[in-house]
Structures are given as C-alpha cells and as structure tokens.
C-alpha cells in the first residue's frame, strides 16, 4: 500500500471511529429520555362514589392538577355499587403497577365491620390523604345551649329527649355523635338517630324543629350557620377550623380527645413499584398545596388535609379502631 494510500485508509478509519463514538454520546444522551420511568401511559383514577358528588369532583380537580405534573392522561372512572364496595374492591384488585389508583374515602374504614367487605385501609398503598371535614355539634340558633357542655348535661337530665339526624343509620355523622357520647360515658342511644338522606335534609329538619341536633360538617352547615339559623358548639377535631375559627374544638370545649371526620384520600393497590408510589406520593403533595386545589375545595366548603404516605396509613388505622369501637357500641358492627 502506497504511503498516499495508507494515509487515505488510516484517515477514513479514524472518522469512522470518531463518528461511531459520537453516536455513542448521542444514544447515551437520549437514554434518559428514552427511560423515563414511570408513568409511561395513562392512568386511571377509580372513584367508589356517583358522578357529580363531593368525591367526583375532588377526584376530578385531582385528576386534572395531577395530569400536569406527571404528564400522562388521568381519567376519573366512577364504579359505584354495595355502599362503597365495588369501587373501593376495583381500586384493591387493579394491577399493582401504578397505572390505576384511586380515591379512598372514610367509609373503607366503616364498611368491613358491617360485614359488607374484607377490605380495611390496609388493603391499599397509602399515597396521600387530601381532605378531610371533621363532624361539628350544630344546633338551632335559637337553642337554650350556649355550649357543648351545656347540651350534654341536659342530654344526661332527659335521655332519648335530644334527636339527632345527618346521615343513614350508621353514617359517618351517627358515628361521630355516638362516639362523642360514648367518650363522655353518655349511653349513645340516650341521642336517638332519626336516618336522613344526608346533611342538607338532616340540618332543615332540625331547623323545623323535628330533631335538635345535626352531627355533620362545617362546611355542610356553613349556608345556615351565615343565614344565622344555626349555630355549631364544637368541632371534633385537633384545631379550629379555617371556616369558623371561633368554634372551639372537643379538646377546648370539653377537654375530650375524641375526633371524627369524614375523609377522602388518594391511594393504590398493594405492592406498587417504589418508584411509582414514590412519583404518585410527590405529585399528590403538590396537588395539595397548589392554589388550584385549595381554592376549588374552599368554594365547595370542603377542608384540605393533607398526609404522606406513611402517616396516611396511620390515620386510616386510628380512623378504623375509632369507628369500629363506636360501630360496636351502637350495635351496628356485625
């Protein structure tokens, strides 16, 4: 080989390498996008409760915030049936990749100690806990009671006198009140339960004066409690809330510990990949804190709570424990 020729070949050959390294770097640059990880494809976010209801629409805001910060599609499919169950079995039975989560609510800590479920908080991945309204004591405005105390002295002085509604027999607002009593060594059925379809027709029927108590959120009561028809002696929870900052607390009011609420929270099936959980975990924080979310809630009156991962699970434990032992005490637990 002439030297002209060598020169040719060895020049050829070293662009050829310099072009097949450079290929290298470029495929090595791209892998990361390439890789992303997860999530690769759209996900869906189940709901156990009807479209158009409080859980539909928090679900939904969710859904949409959430698509903006994983950048995947999130679609919201209701799956209602059995009081809570199919939806929250279809959540618990989905595949464990990340690709289907779901909105968990109170009642999944209510409905296994009805016999209606095996299904306990501990059946999911906890991913985080977005809200929660505690249960209020509200009252008629033009009430005798100037405080919680007041009214359980007169509820210890005539029993079965005080009615209370709210909620169906065995709600979450039943609930709250029987455990309230049941800590203040009250007989819970010294408060009968009059069953309603809900807060709205629980509170005009107090307001009419067909029952004197109404055991159900701030928020649910806000209408009345500013058209001054109603007012609330206490809020079942740790500190005053945003709404109504000079409702005391049990604590403040009474000195009680106890607290009731209902509660929707984000969760996915068992045995997820780290990663996602971890990115599902992340994404649901900012979702909490991020203007879009706590402005919608607070114009639907509904509470922003939020909790991580793994204190999301403890609060569905205690949250079980506490309506278990009151659903036992009113004979509603199987």
Known sequence: MHARSRRSFFSRLAHLASAALGGLVLLSAAAPALAQGYPTRPITLIVPWGAGGGTDATARIIASLLEKDLGQPVTVVNRTGGS??????????????GYTIGLATV?????????????????????????????????????????????????????????????????IWHLAIAGLLRDQKIDPAAVPWVPSNGAAPGLQDMVAGGVDIAPVSLPEARSLIDAGKVKSLAIMADKPAGLYPNVPTLKAAIGSDWTMAAWRGIVAPKGIPNDARDKLAAAVKKVAA????????????????????????????????????TMKAVGIAK
Not at 84 to 97: C, E, K, Q, R, Y
């Open 84 to 97: 809570g169950v199919v939806g929250h079995a279809a959540i618990a039975s989905a595949a464990p990749d």
């Open 107 to 171: 009642e999944i800590g209510m409905m296994h100690w009805q016999g209606l479920t095996e299904l306990t908080g501990a059946s999911y991945t906890p991913i985080g806990l977005v809200n929660a309204d505690p249960a209020g004591i509200q009252v008629r405005a033009d009430a005798p009671y100037k405080s919680l105390a007041e009214l359980l002295a007169a509820i210890k002085a005539n029993p079965g006198k005080h009615k209370a509604s709210g909620t169906g027999q065995g709600g």
């Open 290 to 325: 991020s203007k879009e979310y706590t402005e919608f809630m607070a114009s639907r009156g509904f509470g922003v709570t939020y909790a991580g991962p793994e204190d999301f699970g403890k609060f569905m434990a205690k949250s079980d424990a506490e309506l278990g032992a």
